[in-house]
């Protein structure tokens, strides 16, 4: 399954006129790869996750999330695609203070009629995916920022999402810390089979990414297929 972006244009009322955050984009980020979005603030990298993610309807062009356009979809369908096929990793983890790691992910947990005991096996399977199986009963104060980063991650994936869609992960970590979250992102995708987008500002680490798109004034540049 893939991600499919086509000729993507978003504008936004400024003042008597519009502003154009995204300006034709087209990208494809087939299942098990990684497209890594760069650029400085304000180049429309954040407009680009929210249109991909169905939280905000482009003024034109196709998106296709695993085969599924989602042009036509009502506001209920476009929520059940994303809870059902679509993995959100935010900037901040924004973890409930009062629940321990495994308990982060059974929230999330869309059930769909699967019993409360695979909740709980999904969930310590993912913990243990992202190195945190011996940290499945500690809540957000018990760990590392780079720590509470994966539980986000593996949140994301609880239910096995197609598309995952990761904002800034290593924004509030250090150099050591960012390395090691952006690997396992890799790692994830992979092993999962994701078509994942990765917005960030480091460039440092993105040697593993399938393709390094830069982002300028709304406008996408993605890299020749060699």
Do not use: W
Request: proline share 4%.
């Amino acid at each position: 399954m893939t991600l499919t972006l086509d000729t993507v244009t978003l504008t936004y009322q400024d003042g008597d006129g519009r502003l154009t955050a995204l300006d034709r984009v087209a990208l494809d980020v087939p299942a098990g790869t990684m497209a890594a979005i760069v650029g400085p603030s304000g180049s429309g990298k954040s407009s680009l996750l929210a249109v991909a993610a169905t939280l905000v309807t482009p003024d034109s062009g196709q998106v296709l999330v695993a085969g599924t356009s989602t042009g036509e979809l009502s506001r209920a369908e476009k929520s059940a695609l994303r809870r059902e096929r679509v993995g959100i990793v935010f900037q901040q983890p924004n973890l409930l203070p009062s629940l321990t790691s495994a308990e982060q992910l059974h929230v999330m947990a869309h059930m769909d009629g699967r019993k409360p005991r695979q909740v709980r096996d999904r969930a310590h399977e993912l913990l243990a995916a992202v190195g945190l199986a011996d940290k499945a009963d500690r809540r957000p104060h018990q760990l590392s920022g780079g720590q509470r980063q994966r539980v986000n991650i593996a949140r994301a994936l609880m239910n096995d999402p197609d598309v995952l869609l990761v904002d800034e992960p290593t924004s509030a970590l250090d150099h050591e810390r960012g390395a090691a979250v952006l690997d396992l992102i890799v790692r994830l995708t992979r092993e999962r089979g994701t078509a994942t987008v990765l917005v960030t500002h480091d460039r440092a680490h993105l040697t593993e990414a399938d393709q390094v798109c830069e982002m300028t004034d709304g406008r996408l540049y993605v890299p020749a297929a060699a």
